[in-house]
């Protein structure tokens, strides 16, 4: 049975994070969930102040501002260790493509995924032309994170995330609750749960849903434009970092750490600087953050740990008369 028919009676903040018109009614089918009434009906207006009052209320909570930093700093350490997600998945829409293979595997019982189902969802959802996910299907299946499987219609081609593939994405997640963890110490309980395909599957799906309606970047239109760009946030992750340690990163050491030219960093610090991120310091000669940096961060932060406190939730709603999770 999908963990899908338990999602009407997820937690409302979760909804939060979600497309809830859209995103349900494309879901719930007779067959494969079921709502009380049938029907969610959320306001826009009411949608984004209930957001922001939860927001609000996660940032406030102790411990915020470490966890905040220890996501942070676990996102830089990991893209600089890992060349895939340094080189092939750097940008919000190769990560939507990425997240949106494994959803699939993991919806359709982890037998693989059609390329042309994956096509349509990023025509469907925007997240990337259905030319540049084929692509990165390609470049995926040459350096061994995907490989081909039958499909039942011999018409279609089908492919399937390795473990290799579906391993780091458990140590992306895993990361992100060991901070979280900071914040809200029980959901540690799901680190070692994310061993189980169920539990991994839910989580990977609401970060799909996170990442792929840009609500990574909540409503902030320097975030926005900034995730399209290779490797962008995770460079102002570091400087984040790095301010908080009381130090600047020079342009070469984010040019060296990430694997990219000194004028895309160059670039990415300029447009920081334009969306009133960054500043440059003469003295220095060198771009450091402002204060608006911290805040649309902690935002982005804040919505990132509803949207896994979320996942943690449908986890913990009994299937058969077993939570998932145990809390």
Not at 139 to 154: C, I, K, N, S, Y
Not at 210 to 219: I, W
């Amino acid at each position: 049975m999908s963990w899908l028919r338990y999602r009407h009676n997820v937690s409302f903040w979760l909804y939060l994070l979600m497309d809830v018109h859209a995103e349900l009614d494309r879901s719930c089918v007779p067959d494969r969930c079921s709502r009380p009434d049938g029907q969610i009906v959320v306001r826009d207006e009411e949608f984004r102040t209930t957001e922001d009052m939860a927001v609000g209320e996660m940032i406030a909570r102790d411990g915020f501002a470490r966890a905040s930093l220890a996501y942070a700093a676990a996102m830089v350490d990991l893209h600089s260790a890992d060349w895939v997600l340094n080189r092939v998945i750097n940008d919000r829409g190769r990560m939507a493509a990425a997240l949106a293979m494994l959803d699939l595997h993991f919806q359709g019982n982890q037998t693989g995924f059609a390329i042309t189902d994956l096509r349509e969802q990023a025509l469907i959802h925007g997240f990337a032309s259905p030319n540049r996910v084929t692509a990165l299907v390609g470049a995926l299946r040459v350096a061994g994170f995907l490989r081909p499987v039958e499909a039942t219609d011999q018409r279609l081609k089908k492919v399937a995330p390795t473990e290799l593939f579906v391993a780091l994405f458990r140590r992306l997640l895993t990361l992100q609750l060991q901070a979280q963890v900071l914040v809200r110490p029980e959901i540690g309980g799901a680190v070692a749960a994310l061993a189980d395909p169920s539990i991994l599957g839910v989580f990977l799906h609401v970060e799909l849903v996170v990442v792929r309606r840009a609500a990574l970047a909540g409503h902030e239109t320097a975030t926005q434009a900034l995730a399209e760009r290779a490797n962008a946030m995770v460079m102002l992750y570091a400087v984040f970092v790095a301010e908080a340690a009381g130090a600047l990163l020079p342009i070469s050491e984010l040019a060296r750490r990430f694997a990219v030219a000194r004028s895309h960093v160059l670039s990415v610090l300029k447009d920081a600087e334009a969306h009133g991120l960054m500043m440059l310091d003469p003295a220095a000669r060198n771009f450091r953050p402002t204060a608006r940096l911290e805040q649309v961060l902690y935002r982005l932060f804040a919505r990132i740990f509803l949207s896994q406190a979320g996942a943690y939730d449908i986890a913990l709603l009994p299937r058969d008369g077993t939570a998932l999770v145990s809390g």
